[in-house]
């Protein structure tokens, strides 16, 4: 069977399985102010908001190699930080099944590997717009995300540090009508190297 080449915002040839920390932003569809709203200076999350949340601090309960950092929800998309660890090492019911099928295919047409950012990206997205629609008087389906994501990989101390920084100050920073996504958050995370790898610690 042929696959359609997959159109990836992923850096070719790193294995997104790879340990380590992950600095993710997710946007709204159409940049659209679904997940709430700030005012002085906090969020409040809508009903929408609050399921994302949920479902993001969930993640590690379906996936037993992942753990979560920092974290913030904005009206219009989410920045993170996921923690990837040794894929197998650790495992449940789910990391049984997937280690029986190693790979799968996106209805793109990529293929995803098992345990990989895409895949986790990929399965919260889904329980989210799954969960907000099954709560829905209308037949109509909400269409919440955009699609793909955005990723950084972060390399250093430094890098994490910086990144946490950008993520807590997101809030303030904060430009109604803008989807802080792909330029702002990849700059985010180009920290300057210290040539010490991140080792789980500030």
């Not at 590690?60 to 920092?70: F, L, R």
């Not at 993520?167 to 989807?179: E, S």
Request: proline share 4%; hydrophobic share 30%; charged share 20%.
């Amino acid at each position: 069977m042929r696959y359609r080449r997959c159109n990836s915002l992923r850096m070719p040839g790193y294995v997104y399985t790879t340990p380590g920390m992950y600095f993710v932003t997710i946007n709204a569809r159409h940049s659209r102010a679904l997940f709430g709203k700030i005012q002085g200076g906090v969020m409040y999350p809508n009903e929408i908001g609050q399921c994302i949340i949920a479902h993001w601090y969930d993640i590690p309960s379906h996936h037993a190699h992942v753990t979560m950092d920092e974290f913030q929800l904005l009206p219009n998309h989410l920045h993170g930080i996921i923690v990837l660890q040794n894929y197998g090492q650790r495992g449940n019911a789910d990391d049984d099944i997937h280690r029986e099928m190693p790979t799968r295919y996106h209805r793109s047409g990529c293929q995803l590997r098992a345990g990989s950012l895409s895949v986790i990206v990929g399965a919260f997205k889904a329980g989210v717009t799954r969960s907000i629609n099954q709560k829905r008087a209308s037949g109509r389906k909400l269409q919440i995300w955009h699609r793909n994501y955005h990723e950084s990989i972060i390399r250093s101390n430094i890098g994490l540090a910086r990144v946490r920084q950008y993520i807590r100050n997101n809030v303030k920073n904060y430009k109604a009508g803008n989807a802080d996504g792909a330029d702002d958050s990849r700059k985010a995370g180009r920290a300057p190297d210290d040539g010490r790898p991140w080792h789980g610690g500030e």
